[in-house]
C-alpha cells in the first residue's frame, strides 16, 4: 500500500512542533532558565503561530535557488569592472559605512537569535529564531562578499574586522547589538525583532538598496533584494512575537511598552549614519531623510501603534523627540565627520551647490537658517587651503556611545548635554531618552566601554592621535580617511575615466 502523502500542515507539524518533548525526568525549569526572570508570563506556548510556517526541507531549497542566482550576478559584475559604472566615486564611501558598521551587525544578530531561541520552552519559537539565526549568516556572508569587489580598487575596506573593535565611531552599532544581546530572551526578541526588524529596518534597507540603484551599484542592489524576502519573514515574525506577548498576559503589557520605549530610541539614534548617508553621501539621491522618516514611521508606524492600542501599547515615548530631530539629525552628524575626518575610516567632503539647494528646498524650515551657513564657511576655508580637521576625538554618550554632536532641537544652536551622578561618578549623555534608558539600568551601562575613553585612558596604544589611527585602528593617513577631494580614490576614478 503506498504511503499516505503528507500534506503541509501535517509535514509543518512533524518538522517543528513533533520536535518538542516532555519532561518527565528532568526539571523543565532548570532546562529553560532565561524563561522567567523577565517577568514575562507565558500560559500556553501552543498560541505562537510561525507567521510563514516554512519547514527546513523547504527553506534550504528556496535559500539555495536564491543563491545561484545572486551569485551568478556577482561573478558578472566583477568580470564587467561594474564598479566603473557607478554614478561618483564619492558613493563608495557609504557602501564603505554599511561593510564596517551594518555587517557586523548581521553576524551579531545571527549569534543573538542562535543563543536566544535556546532560551525558549516553547518550540515554534526555537524553530523560528533557528530559521532567523541562519538568515543573518547568510546576510553577513553576501554582503561580504558583494562588497569584496570595491576592496580590489578602493582604500578602505581591507581591516573592516578590525576596525569594528576599536573605531570610535563603529561602537555606536556594536555597542546597540551588545546591550540586546545582554538582556533576556524575550527582551532581545522586542529589540531586535520588533523594535528594529519591524519598525525601523525600512528605514535601512529601503534608501541603502534604492541608494544602490539610483548610483548603479549593482552588485548592492542584489544582495539587498535577496536580503529583502528574509526581511519580510523578520518583520512579521517580529510583529508576531508582540502580539503573542501582549495576548498571554496582561502582566506582560507594561514590561513590553517599557522593552519599546528603550529599542525604539536605541534604534533611531543607530539610524543618524543613515540619515547621513541619505541626505550626504549619494550623489544620486533618493529622498531626504525627513522625508524617509515621515513616510516609514510616521505613516507606516503611526498606523501600525494604533493597531497596537488594543493591547494597551502607546507610541513609543520618544516619537516626539524623534519628529523634531528629523529636520536636523542628518545635518549635524555629517557636519561632525566632516571636521573630524582624519579619525573617521571613509572620506567626507563639502556638499556641492546643486547638493545644498537640493538640501535647502528638502529642509525650507532648517537648513539655510543653520546649515548652509556652516558650508559656505567650510568652502572658504578650503579656497584659502585652510580645510579644518578637529585634533581631538569626541566624547561619547555613555548609554548609545554616539558622540555628543546633537543640538536641542527647540534651540538648535545649543548643544544637548545631560548627566547623571551614580556611586560618586558622573556619566554623560546625548539626549534625555539615553539618560532614562540608563537610569533605569544603571549597572549595565556603568560598564560601556567607551572607546575614545579608552583611548584617553592610555588603553589603547599612543601616545597620540596620529600613532592611535595609524597603528591602533591601522589607517592609512590620506588614503583611508581624510578629505575625498585629492585622495587616491579620486586619482584612480579620474584615471579610469580619462579626466584630466
Given at each position: 500500500?503506498?504511503?499516505?502523502?503528507?500534506?503541509?500542515?501535517?509535514?509543518?507539524?512533524?518538522?517543528?512542533?513533533?520536535?518538542?518533548?516532555?519532561?518527565?525526568?528532568?526539571?523543565?525549569?532548570?532546562?529553560?532558565?532565561?524563561?522567567?526572570?523577565e517577568g514575562i508570563k507565558i500560559t500556553d506556548w501552543s498560541k505562537w503561530e510561525d507567521p510563514f510556517r516554512l519547514?527546513?526541507?523547504?527553506?534550504?531549497?528556496?535559500?539555495?535557488?536564491?543563491?545561484?542566482?545572486?551569485?551568478?550576478?556577482?561573478?558578472?559584475?566583477?568580470?564587467?569592472?561594474?564598479?566603473?559604472?557607478?554614478?561618483?566615486?564619492?558613493?563608495?564611501?557609504?557602501?564603505?559605512?554599511?561593510?564596517?558598521?551594518?555587517?557586523?551587525?548581521?553576524?551579531?544578530?545571527?549569534?543573538?537569535?542562535?543563543?536566544?531561541?535556546?532560551?525558549?520552552?516553547?518550540?515554534?519559537?526555537?524553530?523560528?529564531?533557528?530559521?532567523?539565526?541562519?538568515?543573518?549568516?547568510?546576510?553577513?556572508?553576501?554582503?561580504?562578499?558583494?562588497?569584496?569587489?570595491?576592496?580590489?580598487?578602493?582604500?578602505?575596506?581591507?581591516?573592516?574586522?578590525?576596525?569594528?573593535?576599536?573605531?570610535?565611531?563603529?561602537?555606536?552599532?556594536?555597542?546597540?547589538?551588545?546591550?540586546?544581546?545582554?538582556?533576556?530572551?524575550?527582551?532581545?526578541?522586542?529589540?531586535?525583532?520588533?523594535?528594529?526588524?519591524?519598525?525601523?529596518?525600512?528605514?535601512?534597507?529601503?534608501?541603502?538598496?534604492?541608494?544602490?540603484?539610483?548610483?548603479?551599484?549593482?552588485?548592492?542592489?542584489?544582495?539587498?533584494?535577496?536580503?529583502?524576502?528574509?526581511?519580510?519573514?523578520?518583520?512579521?515574525?517580529?510583529?508576531?512575537?508582540?502580539?503573542?506577548?501582549?495576548?498571554?498576559?496582561?502582566?506582560n503589557v507594561p514590561i513590553v511598552q517599557k522593552w519599546i520605549d528603550k529599542w525604539f530610541w536605541r534604534g533611531s539614534?543607530?539610524?543618524?549614519?543613515?540619515?547621513?548617508?541619505?541626505?550626504?553621501?549619494?550623489?544620486?539621491?533618493?529622498?531626504?531623510?525627513?522625508?524617509?522618516?515621515?513616510?516609514?514611521?510616521?505613516?507606516?508606524?503611526?498606523?501600525?501603534?494604533k493597531d497596537l492600542a488594543r493591547y494597551g501599547i502607546r507610541m513609543p515615548k520618544y516619537a516626539e523627540q524623534i519628529?523634531?530631530?528629523?529636520?536636523?539629525?542628518?545635518?549635524?552628524?555629517?557636519?561632525?565627520?566632516?571636521?573630524?575626518?582624519?579619525?573617521?575610516?571613509?572620506?567626507?567632503?563639502?556638499?556641492?551647490?546643486?547638493?545644498?539647494?537640493?538640501?535647502?528646498?528638502?529642509?525650507?524650515?532648517?537648513?539655510?537658517?543653520?546649515?548652509?551657513?556652516?558650508?559656505?564657511?567650510?568652502?572658504?576655508?578650503?579656497?584659502?587651503?585652510?580645510?579644518?580637521?578637529?585634533?581631538?576625538?569626541?566624547?561619547?554618550?555613555?548609554?548609545?556611545?554616539?558622540?555628543?554632536?546633537?543640538?536641542?532641537?527647540?534651540?538648535?544652536?545649543?548643544?544637548?548635554?545631560?548627566?547623571?551622578?551614580?556611586?560618586?561618578?558622573?556619566?554623560?549623555?546625548?539626549?534625555?531618552?539615553?539618560?532614562?534608558?540608563?537610569?533605569?539600568?544603571?549597572?549595565?551601562?556603568?560598564?560601556?566601554?567607551?572607546?575614545?575613553?579608552?583611548?584617553?585612558?592610555?588603553?589603547?596604544?599612543?601616545?597620540?592621535?596620529?600613532?592611535?589611527?595609524?597603528?591602533?585602528?591601522?589607517?592609512?593617513?590620506?588614503?583611508?580617511?581624510?578629505?575625498?577631494?585629492?585622495?587616491?580614490?579620486?586619482?584612480?576614478?579620474?584615471?579610469?575615466?580619462?579626466?584630466?
Amino acid at each position: 500500500m503506498a504511503a499516505k502523502k503528507l500534506n503541509m500542515k501535517e509535514k509543518y507539524r512533524l518538522l517543528t512542533r513533533d520536535l518538542d518533548w516532555e519532561f518527565s525526568y528532568a526539571d523543565r525549569k532548570k532546562a529553560f532558565p532565561f524563561e522567567e526572570f523577565e517577568g514575562i508570563k507565558i500560559t500556553d506556548w501552543s498560541k505562537w503561530e510561525d507567521p510563514f510556517r516554512l519547514t527546513m526541507d523547504s527553506y534550504w531549497k528556496y535559500q539555495a535557488e536564491k543563491e545561484k542566482k545572486l551569485y551568478a550576478i556577482f561573478d558578472a559584475f566583477s568580470q564587467n569592472n561594474a564598479h566603473l559604472n557607478v554614478s561618483d566615486p564619492r558613493y563608495i564611501n557609504a557602501i564603505k559605512i554599511f561593510l564596517t558598521g551594518i555587517t557586523p551587525l548581521e553576524y551579531q544578530a545571527y549569534q543573538g537569535f542562535a543563543h536566544t531561541g535556546r532560551q525558549f520552552g516553547g518550540v515554534g519559537a526555537r524553530v523560528a529564531c533557528q530559521m532567523q539565526s541562519l538568515d543573518e549568516l547568510r546576510h553577513v556572508q553576501t554582503q561580504v562578499h558583494a562588497m569584496s569587489h570595491y576592496n580590489k580598487f578602493f582604500d578602505g575596506f581591507k581591516e573592516w574586522t578590525h576596525m569594528q573593535d576599536r573605531v570610535w565611531y563603529l561602537s555606536v552599532a556594536k555597542s546597540f547589538f551588545n546591550d540586546a544581546r545582554s538582556g533576556g530572551p524575550f527582551e532581545f526578541l522586542v529589540a531586535i525583532g520588533f523594535s528594529f526588524e519591524y519598525v525601523l529596518t525600512n528605514l535601512v534597507f529601503v534608501p541603502f538598496m534604492s541608494g544602490a540603484a539610483y548610483n548603479g551599484d549593482m552588485a548592492t542592489v542584489t544582495f539587498g533584494f535577496s536580503a529583502q524576502s528574509d526581511e519580510a519573514r523578520h518583520m512579521t515574525l517580529g510583529l508576531e512575537v508582540i502580539k503573542f506577548l501582549l495576548e498571554q498576559h496582561e502582566d506582560n503589557v507594561p514590561i513590553v511598552q517599557k522593552w519599546i520605549d528603550k529599542w525604539f530610541w536605541r534604534g533611531s539614534r543607530l539610524l543618524s549614519v543613515v540619515a547621513m548617508m541619505m541626505d550626504y553621501m549619494l550623489p544620486n539621491k533618493v529622498m531626504s531623510w525627513k522625508e524617509g522618516w515621515e513616510v516609514y514611521f510616521e505613516e507606516a508606524g503611526g498606523a501600525l501603534f494604533k493597531d497596537l492600542a488594543r493591547y494597551g501599547i502607546r507610541m513609543p515615548k520618544y516619537a516626539e523627540q524623534i519628529r523634531k530631530e528629523k529636520e536636523h539629525i542628518s545635518h549635524q552628524t555629517w557636519w561632525t565627520f566632516y571636521t573630524y575626518g582624519q579619525a573617521a575610516g571613509f572620506h567626507t567632503w563639502i556638499p556641492t551647490d546643486e547638493e545644498l539647494d537640493w538640501l535647502s528646498e528638502k529642509y525650507p524650515n532648517t537648513f539655510d537658517k543653520y546649515y548652509r551657513p556652516r558650508w559656505e564657511y567650510a568652502k572658504k576655508l578650503e579656497a584659502e587651503g585652510k580645510r579644518f580637521y578637529n585634533g581631538t576625538l569626541p566624547q561619547l554618550c555613555t548609554t548609545c556611545q554616539i558622540p555628543l554632536l546633537f543640538t536641542e532641537m527647540d534651540d538648535p544652536t545649543l548643544t544637548a548635554h545631560r548627566c547623571s551622578h551614580y556611586k560618586g561618578d558622573q556619566y554623560h549623555f546625548c539626549s534625555d531618552g539615553c539618560k532614562d534608558v540608563f537610569e533605569e539600568e544603571p549597572e549595565k551601562y556603568v560598564q560601556s566601554w567607551l572607546p575614545v575613553h579608552q583611548i584617553y585612558q592610555g588603553n589603547c596604544g599612543g601616545p597620540g592621535l596620529p600613532e592611535i589611527l595609524q597603528d591602533y585602528y591601522r589607517f592609512e593617513m590620506g588614503a583611508d580617511n581624510m578629505d575625498m577631494k585629492g585622495s587616491p580614490d579620486e586619482a584612480r576614478w579620474k584615471q579610469w575615466k580619462g579626466v584630466a
